[in-house]
């Protein structure tokens, strides 16, 4: 987030909206792809939007890695 969209580090905190960050829509579905190829997980499924926070971003992931 911070190297790709050019995200202040210390602004990226659990209760961050992403919305607040700067990720829309097409941001958003870039970061999504993006973190399914780094991580080998599908996130496809996955109901993102600006709405949601970082901390339930990070959930999310977390979630899918495990299962």
């Keep these: 987030m911070v190297q ?4 202040d580090p210390a602004a990226v905190r659990p209760e961050i909206p992403l919305y607040e960050l700067r990720m829309d829509s097409l ?3 870039e970061f ?3 973190i399914e190829d780094q991580l080998e997980i599908d996130l496809e499924d996955a109901a993102l939007t600006s709405r949601n ?4 971003l990070v959930d999310l992931v977390h979630s899918k890695t495990l299962g």
């Design 4 to 7: 790709k969209f050019g995200v």
């Design 32 to 34: 999504r792809i993006l």
């Design 27 to 29: 941001a958003l579905e």
């Design 53 to 56: 926070t970082v901390g339930q």
